[in-house]
């Protein structure tokens, strides 16, 4: 039988999936804003971007840093004070494949290391199969049940698995209802699961360049360990495979059951983020 090689992981695909963050990340920051009506901002800085959406919101970040240089003291300086004014840290999602020399950068200037975030692909070089135990249908959801759909992905949300690292990011129920509201907004795909008819997880999913990004899975804690979130990830591989993308990418907290089991499907641990905090 022939063995899975592998993905590996070098700088330029790790600049591809970068971009792919910054994508997301930009353009659900902007469906905020359309919401909102307030003025949030997005500035380019060294090959990503530093986004404020509204507060307590989780795109309130600088992501894809340092895959077009470093950048300099001055432009570091404008988006400290963006966040600033917005009574927000800056809060820093560094690649460790990024440039080396911003980490010193960051530290010289008061960041502090808070947490990490593990980044894991999987090479779509064949037929993805949709495997779903008994009693689980997944399907992509519908406009009419948004709503349903957002109260079971963040009631999900406030229950975090105790396996491995805690997330570093706490976000008000609020803040998690109007984040997935912006990403369905900003053109985002959603899949829901049901267990014996009932709704009991969703998850998100967008591509971008050939990347596949599967984000936002959550479940139910009635429904969990029940092959829900496996059925998720089967049913956004097949449909990402069907697309042509070459690559999905799934994030998770270091040592955390998501990690465990998006290994057990495959995927391969890429390369690893690391939260740096100015307040």
Same mark, same amino acid.
């Given at each position: ?123 779509? #070089? ?77 998850? #998100? ?75």
């Amino acid at each position: 039988m022939a063995t899975r090689s592998p993905l590996f992981c070098d700088t330029a695909l790790a600049r591809r999936i970068e971009r792919a963050e910054t994508g997301l990340i930009a353009d659900t920051s902007r469906a905020t804003q359309a919401r909102t009506g307030t003025e949030g901002f997005l500035i380019p800085i060294a090959g990503g971007m530093a986004s404020f959406a509204e507060p307590d919101s989780p795109f309130n970040k600088v992501v894809g840093l340092g895959f077009d240089g470093v950048p300099s003291a001055a432009e570091l300086d404008v988006i400290e004070k963006a966040f600033a004014d917005q009574g927000a840290p800056t809060q820093v999602e560094l690649a460790h494949l990024a440039e080396s020399a911003i980490g010193e950068l960051l530290s010289d200037r008061g960041y502090r290391l808070e947490s990490f975030e593990n980044v894991l692909g999987l090479a779509l #070089d064949g037929d993805q199969e949709r495997v779903t135990p008994p009693g689980i249908e997944v399907r992509r959801s519908t406009a009419d049940e948004l709503d349903a759909w957002i109260a079971v992905v963040a009631d999900a949300s406030t229950y975090q698995d105790t396996q491995g690292l805690p997330w570093h990011d706490e976000f008000p129920r609020e803040a998690i209802e109007n984040a997935e509201r912006d990403f369905a907004a900003a053109g985002g795909i959603r899949y829901a699961a049901f267990r014996d008819g009932v709704l009991a997880g969703g998850a #998100d999913f967008r591509i971008t360049e050939g990347i596949a990004q599967l984000a936002g899975a959550a479940t139910a804690p009635a429904h969990r360990r029940r092959g829900v979130q496996s059925a998720l990830v089967a049913a956004r591989l097949a449909d990402a495979n069907a697309a042509g993308c070459d690559v999905a990418v799934i994030i998770t907290q270091p040592g955390s059951k998501s990690q465990e089991n998006a290994q057990r499907r495959g995927f391969d641990l890429l390369y690893t983020r690391a939260t740096l905090v100015k307040h």
